[in-house]
């Protein structure tokens, strides 16, 4: 079989045998059923060939893998657990993974300054756990947070439930340490959180990986709140509970969270083994969560409870303790996995509209899903607008497969037209890289080309990521000029 980008098969065997020089033979995949597994992230649409896998220990290693990438004029992708959503970490044929999964050591841990310098391989879930008996957390919380890296979370600028408050990955991180596409060492930011200059790290918190490795974090950590409460509110009906969401903003107060699941998710989770006793006829379960110090929960849990009953909700439910708290969030963060029930595959779309368009986007997302007879569910970070339409669907079916691209480009569209943007925290990747003309023109596109240059110019460093060609991206938008007519030097 040939290889993809590969001049002889002598000049791939010595190429993987400098890899193993670096890494360590047992850290250097090439058998084809170790790739496999590598060719996608969660994004399953369109598998990558990845021609070797590999899994440095250190920023030393890294660098010395670019270095030999470069050498043998080979394009490579920052890897971490693969639980991305966009295909940010799906090779192009014979490109080199590098998976970050070794590096995973906490390395120091500030109680004092509320701050922590770890690896990329850290798991985002360990590393509150290992920080809590300091009464601190890591804010930023994925519902993938059992098994997605803070160095994926960085790539893809990560949010999760507890957005609303806590902001998302961005907030997070003071300081990075981060190998370049040409195999140099540098660091961006500070241990204050401040740097003079340009703020390059907020410019690669989200870059999704196209402008170097990142091989160390300084993150910021949170004081755990003195107390929390977590409530159910049980609808007939989507609508309703959003309107709830926007009376809740409305007043001043900010909760942690406000999550939104529809009918066709409970009935999903219920059926599964992340059960928590939602009810199945429901229309629409709301979770809030408020935390802070215990003698501000009862008051706002009681105007919480008022506004509910205003706007006709059937049930207002209160955790009695942390376990039925976990119980419920168990619940929630446990609704992809249960849509596997629903059929063998997920398309989990992501988009951001202003709170206050929430019901008519879902009643057209619905419009779109029914038009196109796809199984279509919803769940969504409802305080900041951060929507998840899924679309359960079987690949090995092609013309499903065309039916669920055609909807979700649809449902991009009608996003963007109501003021929103193309995603809220599972990055662009390849999923959304030809619709970025909905929402930029050329002039935003060459400014974002002109960054990529500046830290990636010859674009080794995960190619064919979060930027359109100029074809695709006036097929998106027609008003488009093509941004590579524009000068980048």
């Known amino acids: 079989m040939a290889l993809t980008g590969i001049a002889s098969k002598s000049d791939h065997d010595a190429f993987v045998d400098r890899l193993q020089h670096i890494v360590g033979v047992e850290n250097c995949l090439s058998d084809p059923a170790e790739l496999?597994?590598?060719?996608?992230?969660?994004?399953?649409?369109?598998?990558?060939?990845?021609?070797?896998?590999?899994?440095?220990?250190?920023?030393?290693?890294?660098?010395a893998v670019i270095k030999a990438c470069r050498a043998a004029n080979r394009k490579f992708v920052p890897r971490g657990a693969g639980t991305g959503l966009s295909g940010g970490a799906q090779p192009s044929d014979g490109?080199?993974?590098?998976?970050?999964?070794?590096?995973?050591?906490?390395?120091?841990?500030?109680?004092?300054?509320?701050?922590a310098v770890i690896q990329p391989g850290v798991v985002n879930a360990d590393l509150s756990t290992e920080v809590e008996h300091l009464g601190l957390f890591y804010a930023p919380d994925p519902?993938?947070?059992?098994?997605?890296?803070?160095g994926g979370n960085v790539a893809e600028n990560s949010g999760g439930p507890h957005t609303l408050k806590y902001g998302t990955t961005t907030n997070h991180i003071l300081a990075l340490e981060m190998v370049l596409p040409d195999g140099a060492i540098t660091r961006l930011g500070s241990a204050s959180g401040f740097s003079p200059g340009y703020d390059l790290v907020g410019a690669v918190v989200g870059s999704e990986g196209t402008l170097g490795v990142v091989t160390e974090m300084t993150v910021r950590l949170t004081e755990i709140p003195e107390a929390t409460e977590t409530a159910l509110v049980i609808f007939d009906d989507v609508p309703s509970a959003c309107r709830l969401v926007g009376r809740v903003i409305r007043s001043g107060?900010?909760?942690?969270?406000?999550?939104?699941?529809?009918?066709?998710?409970v009935v999903a989770v219920e059926a599964s083994v992340y059960a928590a006793g939602l009810p199945v006829d429901a229309?629409?379960?709301?979770?809030?969560?408020?935390?802070?110090?215990?003698?501000?929960?009862?008051?706002?849990?009681?105007?919480?409870?008022?506004?509910?009953?205003?706007?006709?909700?059937?049930?207002?439910?209160?955790?009695?303790?942390?376990?039925?708290?976990?119980?419920?969030?168990?619940a929630r963060k446990g609704a992809f996995g249960a849509m596997g029930r629903l059929a063998p595959d997920l398309y989990v779309h992501d988009a951001v509209v202003p709170r206050a368009r929430l019901p008519e986007v879902l009643e057209g997302i619905c419009e779109i899903g029914d038009r196109y007879s796809l199984t279509l569910s919803n769940i969504f970070h409802a305080g900041d607008g951060n929507l998840h339409p899924n679309i359960s669907y079987d690949r090995r079916d092609e013309e499903e497969?065309?039916?669920?691209?055609?909807?979700?480009?649809?449902?991009?569209?009608?996003?963007?037209?109501?003021?929103?943007?193309?995603?809220?925290?599972?990055?662009?990747?390849?999923?959304k890289r030809d619709y970025m003309g909905l929402l930029f023109d050329d002039a935003d596109l060459a400014a974002m080309m002109r960054l990529r240059n500046a830290f990636n110019p010859d674009g080794f460093c995960n190619p064919g990521k979060l930027i359109p060609t100029p074809r695709a991206c006036t097929e998106a938008n027609p008003k488009a000029r093509g941004y590579d007519t524009v000068p980048i030097r």
């Open 36 to 63: 496999f597994v590598y060719g996608t992230d969660a994004l399953t649409l369109d598998p990558g060939s990845p021609a070797v896998v590999v899994l440095p220990g250190s920023t030393e290693e890294v660098s």
């Open 95 to 115: 490109a080199v993974i590098i998976s970050c999964m070794r590096m995973n050591s906490i390395l120091n841990v500030d109680g004092y300054n509320r701050q």
């Open 143 to 150: 519902s993938s947070q059992q098994a997605c890296t803070v």
């Open 253 to 265: 107060m900010v909760p942690a969270a406000l999550e939104v699941v529809d009918q066709r998710t």
């Open 283 to 330: 229309g629409a379960v709301l979770i809030v969560e408020l935390d802070g110090a215990e003698c501000e929960l009862p008051g706002q849990l009681l105007r919480i409870r008022k506004m509910a009953d205003q706007e006709g909700a059937r049930e207002v439910s209160v955790a009695r303790s942390p376990e039925e708290r976990t119980h419920f969030w168990r």
């Open 401 to 431: 497969l065309k039916r669920v691209l055609a909807a979700g480009k649809e449902m991009l569209e009608l996003c963007v037209k109501v003021g929103g943007v193309l995603t809220g925290e599972h990055g662009v990747g390849i999923e």
